[in-house]
Structures are given as C-alpha cells and as structure tokens.
C-alpha cells in the first residue's frame, strides 16, 4: 500500500507497546527521537541554566521554524510559535479590527473554541457571523459561501478537518474564493496538519493555526500560527510584550516586522525544540505517504465498524481522514469507551458542544471518537472492533 516500513515506525514508538492507540485527534503518541530531544534540553537546562540551554541549543530551536516553513510553503518570517493552536488562531482573531455590522462568515465544522470567540465578538464588537451549509457530501457548500460574502464581509474562518470526524473541507476552493473577493482567510488547520498534506499557497490562506500534539505527533503545550506576510498588517496582535515589540523611546514602541510580534517572550523551549523534531520525522516520511496510509486504515475501520450491530458510523466529506467517529443505537458511548478503556484501548467522547452547528444539524449524540495514525494497522483495527462487538454484547 505505501512504502511505510511500519514496523520500523512502531519500533520507534514507545507507546505501540503499551497501547492500542486511536486517540490521535486528541494526541498523537510521540516517537522516540521528539521525546530524546526534549528530554535532552530538559536535563540541559537543569544542567547549565534554562537561558544557557536555549543559547547552547538555538540552532535547533530555530529550526523548528524552518522546519514548518518547509512543512507549510511559508516564507521566514512568517510562522510564529505558540502554547496552542487555540491561542494562535485568538492572536488573529481578536487581532482583526471589527465594526457593528461587519461580518463574520464561517462553516458547519467550526470547532467551539473559536465560535465561542465569534460570539463574544458578536456581544461585544456586533459582529455577525454567518454560516455557510453544507452540501449533500456534508462538506461547506463553497456555492452557498460564495453567495454570502458582501461588502461587510471582514472575514472567512474554516475549520480544514472538524473535532468530530473525518469530514476534510475543501480549504482551497474557499481560498480561491476568498482570494477573488480580497478578503481575509483564517484556516483552522489543527486536525489537518501532520494528517493532511497542507500547503499555504496551494489552499490560499492568509493565516494559518496548528497544533503540536496531535497529528504532528508532537509535545503538548505547543502551537504554532502561520501568518502571510502580505497580511501582517491586517491584525493588530492584542498582546504585545518586550519580545513582540521593541520599546523604543520612552512613549513609543515598536513593533516586530514579522511574525514574532504575535508571540510572546516565555514559553516552552524543550517542547518547542520537539515540535521541530517532529515536524522534521513528518518531512522524512512524507505527508502524501502518510496520509494515504491514514485514509486507508480509516476507510477500514469504517467499513469494519459498520458491520457490527446496533453500530453507525457518523463520518460525513467527499474525501475523509483519519478521525472516525460512531455511535450504538441504545448503549451510551461512554459505556463503550470505558470497556475499550479497560483494556488499554485509547479513544475519546466526541461531545455534541465541541462542534454545535454540525451536531445539532445532523442531531448527533456524543460519539466515541477513534482517530488512526499511519503508524496504527490493519490488525489493531480488528482488535478494536472486537472490543467494540464485546461492549455492545455485554
Ligand atoms: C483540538 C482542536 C483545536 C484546538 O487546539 P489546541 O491546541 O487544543 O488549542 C482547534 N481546532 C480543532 C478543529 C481542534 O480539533
């Protein structure tokens, strides 16, 4: 199927012993080398001095974000680092200058952190946010966004790949439109990148938001943010500290010219150095390669799931990743999830409130969500739906 050598990939993955892992929506399990190289600067730190590690090790450091720059097709200067990908994708959200009346346009799979943060901006900014539907696929209807955008629209925020499924969003169709409208796109990319391949000027995007833990098998505590430079000047950070801007006269400051003003002074050297790590080991295999193989091993476990009895599988997307997502006609998906629990099996709840506006319109209950990895296999998946078969027989 690809050229993969898994079980190689297994072997340098710790975790595969313990495990039987299809939780990597929710965090991906790090191979060895991005473990070694935060531990490394860990123990360095404690060794010399937190400020003399980080001085001893920023080549490495720096290359965390030459490492995204290739990953993404961003420029340097353009990525900056963060704790998450909730607090990048706030820097250009609440970054953005809204009036009453501008607008907001966003999709069905809009994660709820950031339709939380519309909707505060709605209350307090009256800003107004419309949602673009679906199609019958039950990806965004890029028809029907199109017809939405006017003179107030300020924004188009997408969310690439949902909490909740294995929908994949047509991200560079909203590019495209976006691009033809001149107006701003923010993309959501946090279940995209590491799982899908993703590509700043094929999709289109003037601004970009990424998690470290989850496909990209990285540290938690890490995020980073993508910002075109041609757009820089459309968002004020909200923020600014001694590392964003420079305090140059004794009333005046300036800020940084690239990205870095939208990061901030402290933060997590060791795991930022292991994201690097891990985008590295990603660039290595190849994000074709391992999305292939993701979509295969789901594709799968849905057909698998789908025979079982009682079982529907939730999935929705003209084309479809990694996450999988499935409910039992009468047993509560936390039961299931605790027997697969039991036995070291790793999935999640997917709640109803963590993607409102798709699970109200298809009238979802909380789903058990199991999100594969290329380094998942096709055995662990029968393993799996035999826990499944298991906890829905009693
Ligand atoms: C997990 C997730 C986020 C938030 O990422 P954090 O790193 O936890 O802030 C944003 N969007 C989607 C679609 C997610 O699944």
Known sequence: ?????????????????????????????????????????????????????????DLAYRDTYSALEELLGAKPGEIALAENATRAWDQVFYGMKFSAGDEVITAQASYASNYIAMLQRAKNSGVVIRVAPSDAAGQVDVEELSRLISSKTKLICLTHVPTNGGLVNPAAEVGTIAKNHGIPFLLDACQSVGQVPVHVD??????????????????????????????????????????????????EYEMRPDSSRFENWEGYVAGKIGLGTAVRYLLDLGPAATFERIGALAATLRQELSSLPGISVHD???????????????????????????????????????????????????????????????????????????????
């Open 316 to 394: 929705i997307g003209e084309v479809k990743g990694g996450i999988v997502t499935f409910s039992h006609a009468s047993i509560e998906a936390s039961q299931i999830k605790s027997h697969l629990d039991a036995h070291k099996v790793n999935t999640n709840l997917a709640h109803p409130e963590w993607a409102r506006l798709d699970a109200e319109r298809r009238s979802l209950p909380t789903m058990i969500r199991a999100s594969v990895h290329y380094y998942n296999t096709d055995e662990e998946i029968l393993k799996f739906c035999n826990f499944v078969r298991q906890a829905v027989q009693g």
């Open 1 to 57: 199927m690809t050229n993969l050598n898994i079980e190689r990939l297994r072997s340098e993955t710790p975790g595969c012993q313990n495990v039987l892992h299809f939780n990597n929506a929710g965090a991906g399990l790090m191979p060895e080398p991005v473990l070694n190289s935060i531990t490394n600067h860990l123990r360095l730190e404690a060794q010399i001095g937190g400020y003399e590690a980080h001085h001893a090790a």
């Open 202 to 251: 094929e999709i289109g995007c003037d601004f970009l938001s990424g998690t470290g833990r989850k496909y990209l098998r990285g540290p938690r505590g890490t995020g980073f943010l993508y910002v075109r430079a041609s757009s820089i000047d459309l968002i004020e950070p909200p923020f600014l500290d001694l590392h964003a801007a420079v305090w140059t006269k004794m009333n």
